[in-house]
C-alpha cells in the first residue's frame, strides 16, 4: 500500500510538493495518498461484510525539498503528519519501528548529542547500525534482507536530490558497526 501511495504522489514532486508551502505539501502528500489507497479499503470493506483490513493502512515516510529546504515527514495511518526538526530530528516508519526508534534514540545518546548528525556519513552510520540491529532481532515481523538506504542532498547546482547508496558505499558503515559491537563487547 505504501507503493501505491509514493506512486500516487511521483508525477506531483515538483508542481505540488517541491514549489508549494510546506502545510500546502503536507496537506497534498496526506490527501493524495490517502486517495490513493481508498478503492482498495472500500473494496476490502465489500469483501469482508463492512469490515476494514486493517493491513490496508500504512504509514508512509517522505524526505523531500520543500520551499528549497530538505523536510522530512512522517505519515501515520490516518495519514497525520510529525515533521522532523532539530529536537525530534529521527524518524522511523514501518513494523521495524518499535525496535528502530528506541534504537536510534541509543545511537543519538551516545553519538548526536541530542542533536541532529553533522553530516549525511554520521546519519547514514546511525542509520544504518539501527537497520541492522532491527534486521538481526526481529526478522519474524517481516523485517529482512539487505538494509537499503537513500539520502537527500544537494547536487552541484544546488539543487536537492534523492540517491539510493550503493551497496559499496554501505559497506564501509557496516564494518564500522561491525567494530563499534566488537568495541561494545570487549568493555
Known amino acids: 500500500m505504501s507503493q501505491i501511495e509514493l ?35 472500500n473494496l476490502s470493506k465489500t469483501l469482508l461484510n463492512g469490515q476494514v483490513d486493517q493491513n490496508l493502512f500504512t504509514g508512509l515516510l517522505v524526505a523531500a525539498p520543500i520551499c528549497k529546504e530538505p523536510v522530512l515527514l512522517s505519515y501515520d495511518e490516518q495519514k497525520s503528519v510529525m515533521e522532523a526538526d532539530d529536537s525530534i530530528f529521527f524518524l522511523s516508519q514501518g513494523s521495524g519501528t518499535p525496535m528502530a526508534t528506541p534504537f536510534l534514540k541509543f545511537i543519538d545518546r551516545i553519538f548526536w548529542n541530542g542533536k541532529p548528525p553533522q ?69
Open 119 to 187: 553530516t549525511i556519513v554520521d546519519g547514514v552510520f546511525g542509520v544504518l547500525w539501527a537497520l541492522h540491529h532491527v534486521i538481526e532481532t526481529n526478522a519474524t515481523m517481516g523485517v529482512g534482507g539487505d538494509a537499503n538506504i537513500a539520502v537527500l542532498e544537494k547536487a552541484q547546482n544546488d539543487e536537492w536530490k534523492a540517491r539510493i547508496l550503493e551497496k559499496e558505499e554501505l559497506l564501509e558503515h557496516q564494518n564500522r558497526v561491525m567494530d563499534a559491537e566488537k568495541t561494545i563487547g570487549n568493555y
Open 7 to 41: 506512486d500516487s504522489l511521483e508525477g506531483h514532486w515538483q508542481t505540488e510538493v517541491v514549489n508549494k508551502s510546506k502545510s500546502d505539501a503536507k496537506l497534498f502528500i496526506s490527501q493524495t495518498a490517502f486517495a490513493a489507497t481508498l478503492p482498495y479499503i
